[in-house]
């Protein structure tokens, strides 16, 4: 090839020409072929959950190693499981009453699960210590009586701070708890001087279902408000709910948490709050998606998504619903649509990350359990077809040009 291109060059001028016209044609057909071949290698879709368990995969924490802790609706209710790095699965919620009643899944620092099995109580599982051992941690302040709908953690010099929704009964609200030895175990040395505050006083009508920390003593809580001055163009009398998204106050100690402001959204439903690798969030929803820096500003992302997840590079990928021929993955605040080899032929109820792929899990049309799969590594590498592509195209420039290179250089020799 070198050699034929190398002839032509040393022709005549109109040879030349051609030649050079040739080249740009490589170089349009090359970048159709490479756009061609855009869709996501590396995607699998099975109809079936976890390997290891039949059943609807509802929530998946995954740790190091392969492990994973997952609440799963199976034939004959509802298990959580967690498989360690030997493979070996163990039921950890078989002294639950009512594992489907449970809201969350909260990964703490040091890898263990926090949960709340029942009211004023929460339970730490850890996971990864030698011999399986609980926590539980009684909530009774004041005998008040709630139920824990969320928690989420944030560092405290040497501690840790954890900030919970709360179902009060006839209203939603947030506590604080702390500090937490940044030593889980002994619970005693961890727990024994943190305390409970009281209720946020000043939710008004909002229903909070969800909260994650953003930076030092300021957390986002996400939740539902009605606005009784709008009204479904269906139904005049319904009264329109919106997402709120809200900034709190809390920074330890007896004092409650205190809500300083809120950011309405005009529709749709936060599903996610994800928390990015610089410490920024996104709070991920039906109709567009939020970034919320730390001096909070907030971005609006016009992607819809039913689930989002963060990667072990620092991208998030949002899935949306049934049917849909691309993904959503933001990268550094940029986000990229990507056509999805395979459409999503699942209802997804859950999403997470290992070992660099990404697994969505949910439900087919038949509501049988389902499972589709990214590998994020084959972007752009050798084994797809637009990596290889990619790979021919920069080899045939590369001896092109520099064949181009060489010619001219022969020829200013020869004119000195």
């Given at each position: 090839?070198?050699?034929?291109?190398?002839?032509l060059?040393?022709?005549?001028?109109?040879?030349?020409?051609l030649?050079?016209?040739?080249?740009?044609?490589?170089i349009?057909i090359?970048a159709?072929?490479?756009?061609?071949t855009?869709?996501?290698p590396g995607v699998?879709y099975?109809?079936?959950?976890?390997?290891a368990?039949?059943?609807?995969?509802l929530?998946?924490?995954?740790?190091?190693?392969?492990?994973y802790t997952?609440l799963?609706?199976?034939?004959?209710?509802?298990?959580?499981l967690h498989?360690d790095?030997a493979?070996?699965?163990?039921?950890i919620?078989a002294?639950?009453d009512?594992?489907?009643?449970?809201?969350f899944?909260?990964?703490?620092h040091?890898?263990s699960?926090?949960?709340?099995p029942?009211?004023?109580?929460l339970?730490?599982?850890?996971?990864?210590?030698?011999?399986?051992?609980r926590t539980?941690?009684?909530?009774?302040s004041?005998?008040e009586?709630?139920?824990?709908v969320?928690v989420?953690?944030?560092p405290?010099g040497?501690s840790y701070?954890?900030?919970?929704?709360?179902?009060e009964?006839?209203?939603t609200?947030?506590?604080?708890?702390?500090?937490?030895?940044?030593?889980?175990l002994?619970?005693q040395?961890a727990?024994?001087?943190?305390?409970?505050?009281?209720a946020?006083?000043?939710?008004?009508?909002?229903?909070w279902?969800m909260?994650?920390?953003l930076d030092?003593g300021t957390?986002?809580?996400?939740?539902?408000?009605?606005?009784?001055f709008?009204?479904?163009?269906d139904?005049?009398a319904?009264?329109?709910?919106?997402?709120?998204?809200?900034f709190?106050?809390?920074?330890?100690?007896?004092?409650?948490?205190?809500?300083t402001?809120?950011?309405?959204?005009?529709?749709?439903?936060i599903?996610s709050l994800?928390?990015l690798?610089n410490?920024?969030l996104?709070?991920?929803?039906?109709?567009?998606?939020?970034?919320?820096?730390?001096?909070?500003?907030t971005?609006t992302?016009?992607?819809s998504?039913?689930?989002a997840?963060?990667?072990e590079?620092g991208?998030v990928w949002?899935f949306?619903?049934?049917g849909s021929?691309?993904v959503?993955?933001?990268?550094?605040?940029?986000?990229e649509k990507?056509?999805l080899?395979?459409?999503l032929?699942l209802?997804?109820?859950?999403?997470?990350v290992?070992n660099d792929?990404?697994y969505?899990y949910?439900?087919?049309?038949?509501g049988?359990?389902?499972?589709y799969?990214i590998?994020t590594?084959?972007?752009?590498?050798?084994?797809?077809?637009?990596?290889?592509?990619?790979?021919l195209?920069v080899?045939?420039s590369?001896?092109v040009?520099?064949?181009?290179?060489w010619t001219?250089?022969?020829?200013?020799?020869?004119?000195?």
């Open positions: 090839m070198a050699k034929g291109w190398r002839g060059l040393e022709e005549e001028s109109e040879h030349q020409w030649a050079i016209t040739g080249f740009f044609v490589f349009i090359g159709l072929a490479i756009q061609g855009s869709s996501l699998e099975r109809s079936n959950g976890l390997d368990v039949d059943g609807r995969v929530d998946i924490i995954y740790g190091d190693s392969g492990t997952a799963i609706l199976g034939d004959e209710g509802g298990i959580i498989q790095d493979g070996i699965l163990n039921d919620g002294n639950y009512d594992v489907l009643g449970m809201t899944m909260t990964e703490l040091d890898g699960i926090v949960v709340s029942s009211n004023n109580t339970e730490i599982i850890h996971v990864n210590a030698e011999v399986s051992q539980i941690l009684p909530l009774n004041n005998q009586v709630f139920d824990v969320d989420a953690e944030q405290n040497d701070r954890w900030l919970m929704v709360t179902d009964g006839d209203s609200s947030l506590r604080g708890f702390g500090s937490v030895g940044s030593e889980l002994p619970a040395d727990f024994g001087n943190a305390t409970l505050t009281a946020m006083v000043n939710s008004g009508n909002i229903a279902n909260v994650e920390a030092d957390w986002i809580a996400i939740g539902l408000t009605t606005n009784a709008g009204a479904d163009e139904s005049p319904a009264p329109i709910k919106h997402p709120v998204i809200g709190i106050s809390w920074s330890a100690g007896p004092t409650s948490p205190m809500l402001s809120i950011e309405e959204l005009d529709k749709g439903e599903h994800v928390r690798d410490g920024t996104l709070a991920a929803g039906t109709d567009s998606a939020v970034h919320i820096a730390k001096d909070r500003t971005t992302v016009d992607f998504s039913v689930s997840t963060l990667d590079n991208a949002l949306g619903s049934a021929t691309s959503v993955r933001m990268v550094d605040g940029v986000a990507m056509p080899a395979q459409p032929l209802t997804i109820e859950t999403s997470d290992s792929v990404v969505a949910g439900i087919n049309a038949n049988d359990a389902a499972t799969s590998d590594l084959a972007i752009g590498s050798i084994e797809s077809g637009r990596g290889f592509l990619n790979f195209f080899t045939a590369t001896v040009i520099g064949v181009m290179l001219a250089s022969k020829r200013i020799r020869q004119n000195q």
